[in-house]
């Protein structure tokens, strides 16, 4: 019969070793909340499904519940900015992270249910951002996506057509 084979963590700590880990949590650049404070929608399924609970008609309480989590896991409760992406936070765990690379534009949209900011990714996907402060949100994301980008200053189209002769020269070096 082989021998055992020699533990690899000492008897008093039954082989469950705990490193101390240095956690390196970055902060966000700016947040926000999104403009609804109350999310009506889970509140009104929640409502269905206790009367359906209450008068023991299980379908009814199946279709408040279901609609409960579709709201719970669909609507933002917070938009984060971070160095490198856009998070949105959904009820929790669901959260979708948005590189700053995938994002081709953003358009700040003014409705009449309120203004709102859509994120165009390079896929065509949009997502529409309804912040508490639009303005400010977009600002900050517009600043973030140009500090990623290295383009901070100067985000001018230049319009140059292929007959125009350059504008480059040994004083004045390529814009791109």
Not at 29 to 56: E, F, M, P, Q, Y
Not at 65 to 88: D, E, H, K
């Amino acid at each position: 019969m082989p021998a055992p084979a020699p533990s690899v963590c000492p008897a008093p700590y039954n082989c469950v070793r705990m490193l101390a880990m240095k956690q390196t949590r970055e902060q966000p650049v700016h947040w926000d909340s999104h403009r609804g404070k109350w999310n009506i929608t889970l509140i009104v399924a929640l409502i269905v499904a206790v009367v359906g609970l209450i008068s023991r008609n299980p379908f009814l309480a199946i279709l408040g519940i279901g609609f409960a989590a579709y709201s719970w896991f669909t609507s933002p409760r917070r938009y984060l900015i971070y160095a490198t992406s856009l998070v949105i936070v959904y009820g929790s765990p669901r959260i979708k992270v948005i590189p700053f690379p995938d994002i081709s534009h953003t358009d700040p949209l003014n409705l009449p249910a309120g203004e709102r900011l859509r994120v165009q990714l390079l896929n065509g996907r949009r997502y529409l951002l309804v912040a508490r402060n639009p303005s400010e949100f977009r600002q900050r994301l517009d600043e973030a996506m140009d500090r990623f980008r290295g383009t901070v200053q100067g985000r001018g189209i230049i319009e140059q057509g292929p007959d125009q002769p350059s504008q480059q020269g040994p004083d004045r070096p390529s814009p791109y």
